[in-house]
């Protein structure tokens, strides 16, 4: 699936969207760039679950839990210098629990990453403006 967006609002709505559709286990894989917005769509994909409660990166907590109509996993891996942290927080509870993980950067941890998880990936195209964004959804990247 391909989504074009033109402004921070309608990225956050798609995320949205995947967050009302979400299921237990379900787990999300970003891909994109610094100030993509990988952040703002897992925002949307947290209120889509429900959850009122303000969402902050977790770049330096590597994940952050919340309770909505499921439980919401939210990771950042970019600050992993390998997956013994990820070990040492147990992330197979999450990944294999019965919430729905988010992780933005999954690319840099691809190898742990189940084969049932959904890519999706956002790039600017600069062409098209500064707010532009492309998002592309799959089964794999
Ligand atoms: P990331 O988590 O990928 O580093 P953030 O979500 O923290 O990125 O930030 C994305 C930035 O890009 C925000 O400042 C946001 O306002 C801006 N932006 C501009 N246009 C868009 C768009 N179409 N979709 C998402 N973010 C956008
Ligand atoms: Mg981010």
């Excluded at 299921?23 to 760039?33: E, F, N, R, S, V």
């Excluded at 990988?38 to 990166?57: D, Q, Y």
């Excluded at 098209?128 to 959804?137: H, K």
Aim: glycine share 10%; aromatic share 12%; charged share 25%.
């Amino acid at each position: 699936m391909n989504y074009e967006t033109y402004a921070p609002e309608e990225t956050k709505k798609i995320g949205q969207t995947i967050g009302k559709n979400a299921k237990a286990g379900d787990i999300y894989c970003l891909i994109g760039d610094l100030g993509v917005g990988k952040t703002i769509f897992s925002k949307g994909l947290a209120e889509g679950l429900g959850i009122t409660e303000a969402i902050t990166s977790p770049t330096f907590t590597i994940v952050n839990e919340y309770i909505g109509r499921l439980p919401f996993y939210h990771f950042d891996v970019y600050r992993l210098a390998d997956s013994t942290e990820l070990e040492e927080i147990g992330y197979e509870e999450y990944f294999f629990g019965n919430g729905v993980c988010l992780i933005e950067w999954a690319n840099l941890i691809d190898d742990l990453i189940p084969a049932e998880a959904t890519w999706i990936t956002i790039e600017k195209d600069l062409t098209q403006g500064l707010d532009y964004r492309r998002i592309t959804v799959t089964s794999k990247p």
